[in-house]
């Protein structure tokens, strides 16, 4: 079994294909991050908890997708943290702990259907991550911190 899967990066810059207008920013991990995930992890909609740095730890959703940009021959990691953030946090080191699987990667007719399939990833993500189980992993994975 794959997960949980534990990784971490640098956030880089991605398209900009306006996610954070959209309200849901989404943290893009570098080539070498997304070469390390297990080759059996397939594309689609995922949860688990994430951190920037030593911060607090929060819940998050994240594609995992084929990148246009490489002719879909090559995989990305996008992460959005259920969390509002005062300032962006290009260039920092962003920690994910992958739990469980939502759904397949799919395409959407509007942005406006696309948007509420998101919303539905993060209410679902926010459920299943309130489990015990989910919890326990959490603090196993995670260091503790004051603020
Ligand atoms: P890009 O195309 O550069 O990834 P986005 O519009 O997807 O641009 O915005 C992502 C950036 O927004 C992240 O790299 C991060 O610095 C910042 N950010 C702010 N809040 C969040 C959040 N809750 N989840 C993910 N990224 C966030
Ligand atoms: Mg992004």
Request: charged letters at 25%.
């Amino acid at each position: 079994k794959t997960l949980p899967f534990f990784s971490r990066g640098k956030v880089v810059r991605g398209f900009g294909r306006g996610s954070k207008e959209l309200g849901i920013p989404t943290a893009n991990f570098p080539d070498s991050v997304v070469e390390r995930l297990p080759a059996d992890i397939s594309t689609g909609v995922y949860f688990g908890w994430a951190s920037v740095g030593a911060g607090e730890v929060h819940k998050m959703v994240m594609s995992i997708g084929w990148n246009p940009f490489y002719k879909n021959t090559k995989k990305s990691m996008e992460v959005h943290l259920i969390h509002k953030f005062k300032e962006d946090f290009y260039g920092k080191v962003l920690n994910v702990l992958i739990l469980g699987y939502i759904r397949p990667e799919r395409s959407f007719n509007s942005l406006e259907s696309l948007v509420t399939a998101i919303h539905s990833d993060i209410e679902e993500a926010k459920r299943r991550l309130d489990s015990h189980e989910c919890r326990k992993l959490r603090d196993d994975f995670f260091i503790p911190t004051t603020d």
